[in-house]
């Protein structure tokens, strides 16, 4: 087992695979002067009082004092950089097309009625207008799921759509369109076979006719609580219509689908400095696999892209492309500036602890879960993919706001690379976990799923591990296995990213 990792040869850091005593001699001539703390950061070279701290081959940041040879750096001593200008970005200097093979080009999947990608599960979705209804719908769920979903063999689970929008929110103004956008886009996502059931008050902002359009409007798909008499009267309408929903849902099969039907999501959260080494390239590794056979890959997370912006303008097919990418860094930039924040805000406790000094290094590691591919299409938060290939779609970087964008853009399934390690899921998509280092695995065996650890330790490539990894994503989409917090049912509450006033 190595005991360090050194990104790029021009690195002046590495940082430590285990904890490292005092007085270890690392290289020849580099001894640490003090212990060093698992994953973190180990000068290699003398550095000047604002000089350069180097990894992954950019600077992550300046000396606020001099660093010695062998001296422990942690995110006290560096002075974030400027980030990166997003004028004139070069874009298209850096298509790869060299991408590795697929060891399956197919994955069993649900045929999306609506068109589109495919689904990975056979869900009944209900969906909310308002949050109001939640405590309604949720006694009604438990019902529907012990009292008519073992009729109903082939639907796997009932998933309420509950979320903290729809009243008592500023509904005109611009930025609503966000939320708005998530739940319409929710309301079609491919696990729910295109059936639509709509849960509402009667007085709410956001009205059906939002929701679903006026077109589907209708008592066939919206039950209106205020219209309901009594609590069982709220009962029965909903059972009701459930029952026809899943009378339906229930004639839905798996069939081989080509990877172009598969659309999937990449994020992590609680990230540490092993999470670019080893979790993150190799499930870049797994999304090159996916676009190599066709499908199409999401990647988000605004603030962790936003200081390696450059790397990923580059890859962009065109300048069309490559515009909107600095436009979602802008608005982002500029939602950060108005609350007087800006990117520095992003890295938590659980990150320094990880390693991770400042935002600089944890985007270097987190832009590494995008593979190399070419990229084909920028979105705004929520919205739908119309291209194949890998996506930059816009999200915030917290996890559980994240994941309800993505699932909004229709993703069938998501891989989650963490370092300090969360239990976080979604209900309505399955989610594979994948840590950055072994004892993470050890400590919760049951939880993560795969583990990368392998790869910071050197015992295993990034194409071992992303290859293990995409095979997991096919058994898990094409329903041959499940990741550990689906098994359990473990889930998150959807929180919808809401950049508008609420009232
Ligand atoms: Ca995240």
């Known amino acids: ?33 003090s212990v060093i703390p698992q994953a973190h950061k180990i000068a290699l070279v003398d550095i000047l009082k604002d000089g350069a701290i180097i990894r992954y081959g950019v600077i992550l940041g300046y000396a606020i004092d001099p660093i010695a040879k062998g001296q422990w750096i942690n995110e006290h001593m560096l002075r974030l950089p400027t980030p990166p ?17 697929p060891p399956v080009r197919t994955w069993m999947g649900y045929r999306n009625p609506e068109g589109g990608y495919g689904g990975t599960r056979n869900f009944l979705g209900i969906q909310t ?7 309604t719908l949720n006694v009604a769920t438990e019902r529907i799921r012990r009292e008519l979903l073992p009729k109903y063999p082939h639907v796997d689970d009932v998933v309420a759509i509950n ?18 956008r998530a739940l319409r886009n929710i309301c079609h996502h491919p696990n729910f076979g295109g059936q639509l059931m709509v849960v509402s008050l009667g007085c709410e902002k956001l009205t059906a006719d ?21 609590f069982e009267g709220c009962m029965q ?20 689908l080509p990877l172009s039907d598969l659309l999937i999501g990449m994020q992590c959260g609680g990230s540490d400095a ?17 676009v190599q056979g066709g499908g199409t890959v999401l990647f988000s997370e605004v603030t962790e892209v936003r200081d390696g912006v450059h790397f990923i303008a580059e890859r962009c097919v065109s300048a069309e492309v490559r515009d909107k990418l600095a436009a979602e860094m802008r608005w982002y930039d500029n939602y950060l500036s108005e609350a007087n924040v800006d990117r520095s805000a992003n890295p938590t406790p659980g990150n320094k602890k990880g390693g991770l000094s400042n935002i600089v290094e944890k985007a270097m590691g987190s832009i590494a879960k995008s593979g190399t591919s070419p990229i084909v299409e920028v979105l705004s938060p929520a919205e739908r993919p119309t291209k194949h290939g890998e996506i930059f779609a816009a999200t915030p970087a ?57 790869v910071a330790t050197g015992e295993k490539t990034i194409a071992e591990v992303g290859t293990e990894i995409f095979n997991k994503i096919i058994a898990c989409a094409s329903g041959q296995d499940q990741p550990f917090a689906e098994k359990y049912g473990m889930h998150n509450y959807l929180c919808i990213f809401n950049p508008a006033p609420i009232t």
């Open 1 to 33: 087992m190595r005991a360090y990792v050194q990104i790029k040869p021009e690195d002046n850091v590495a940082i430590a695979v285990q904890e490292l005593p005092q007085g270890t001699e690392l290289m020849p001539g580099v001894v640490t002067l």
């Open 85 to 101: 200008s997003l004028d004139d970005m070069p874009f298209g200097t850096n298509l790869r097309t060299d991408l590795p093979e």
């Open 129 to 135: 207008t308002v949050q109001c209804v939640e405590g």
């Open 163 to 180: 979320h903290a929008y729809g009243c008592g929110v500023a509904i005109n103004a611009p930025e609503a369109k966000v939320p708005i």
């Open 210 to 230: 939002m929701l679903v359009g006026p077109e589907n409007n209708t008592p066939e798909n919206v039950v209106v609580l205020q219209e309901c008499r009594g």
């Open 237 to 256: 309408a909903i059972l009701t219509m459930a029952e026809k929903k899943l009378k339906i849902l229930n004639e839905r099969r798996r069939e081989e």
């Open 274 to 290: 092993f999470s670019g080494v080893s979790a993150n390239p190799s499930a870049g590794y797994a999304a090159d696999m996916i």
């Open 398 to 454: 917290s996890d559980i706001v994240c994941g309800p964008c993505q699932m909004a853009s229709g993703i069938g399934l998501q891989v989650f690379m963490t370092g300090r390690g969360t239990p976080y899921n979604l209900a309505a998509v399955p989610v594979i976990k994948v840590c950055s280092r072994n004892e993470l695995k050890e400590q919760w065996p049951d939880i993560i799923d795969i583990s990368a650890g392998a």
